[in-house]
């Protein structure tokens, strides 16, 4: 059941201001501007993305020595993903479904969970984390969507594109949303998926509001409160119809119709920092946002 405690879905999720910068498609590392990045109708921003180069007046001599960080993208077959190293999991992650991906003869047996060494140590998610924490690894980019090749869904297997999720919403809900994903893009042109992590706040007994969330294992990895998934529908009329959704990180009633989890494009924004609706209408004028109460 739901946890009340919790900001859920079906109320305004008001947690600050939408942080969030225009991302250029300047390369971001050599594999960054190919592959699926550069078939995506949106990109999420966030506020730590922007080009190596740097904009503004600060002297060149601050930056001699490197950067400390900048928003850490990878391409892969399967998707492009935006790294938190904080976390040990991604930002968020974005996916192409149709009908092409959904079809072939990709193994799920064939593929193992495995940490990703192109993410400094210091920074990476091992197996050893998940190991009796009572957690799943549960998949962003889910490997079910990627049957067209073996190795497509082998790279959703990467501890990158994996968060810590509650075995109960992991194998009912959260997996029946992923399966309507794939229904919708049976009927659509394309769809484009874009999953994340949420750490929303909540009101303790002092009547302050405070994130709080688990780590596990020796490398801390962090434990979503909620996860959102933002479903971008092409379809051939060239409509493009958006819907978005939260979930909590806990069991949730796999019986709860799925429009119940729908929300706001914008609330999610707000929560996350990212931005999605500006980059979507600058390719169409034709936007149609399905949210709770909508008629299909």
Not at 46 to 58: E, K, M, N, R
Not at 279 to 295: D, V, W, Y
Request: aromatic share 8%; hydrophobic share 40%; charged share 25%.
């Amino acid at each position: 059941m739901l946890r009340s405690r919790w900001l859920l879905p079906g109320a305004a999720l008001a947690l600050g201001a939408g942080l969030g910068a225009a991302l250029t498609r300047r390369r971001a590392g050599a594999d960054a501007a190919e592959g699926l990045l550069g078939r995506l109708p949106v990109l999420p921003a966030v506020a730590a993305a922007g080009p190596a180069a740097l904009q503004g007046s600060a002297p060149a001599e601050l930056t001699k020595y490197g950067l400390p960080g900048l928003a850490q993208l990878r391409s892969r077959e399967s998707y492009v993903l935006c790294y938190d190293p904080r976390s040990r999991s991604a930002l968020w992650v974005i996916e192409q479904l149709n009908r092409d991906t959904l079809s072939g003869a990709s193994e799920r047996a064939a593929c193992d969970f495995q940490e990703d060494d192109s993410v400094h140590e210091y920074h990476r998610a091992t197996n050893a984390d998940y190991r009796g924490s009572g957690f799943d690894r549960g998949h962003l980019a889910a490997a079910a969507n990627h049957k067209w090749s073996q190795k497509a869904m082998r790279d959703t297997f990467y501890l990158s594109n994996i968060a810590p999720q509650d075995p109960h919403l992991n194998q009912n809900a959260w997996n029946n949303l992923e399966k309507y994903s794939r229904s919708l893009a049976r009927n659509n042109k394309n769809v484009y998926v874009c999953t994340g992590p949420l750490f929303l706040p909540r009101m303790e007994a002092d009547g302050k509001m405070y994130v709080r969330y688990q780590v596990i294992g020796k490398n801390n990895v962090a434990v979503p409160t909620h996860f959102f998934k933002v479903l971008i529908l092409e379809k051939e009329s060239g409509e493009i119809e958006l819907r978005s959704y939260v979930m909590p990180n806990s069991p949730v009633d796999d019986k709860i119709p799925l429009e119940r989890f729908l929300v706001p494009i914008e609330s999610i924004e707000r929560a996350s920092g990212l931005l999605f609706v500006p980059n979507i209408l600058k390719r169409t004028s034709n936007l149609k946002a399905i949210t709770a109460g909508s008629k299909r």
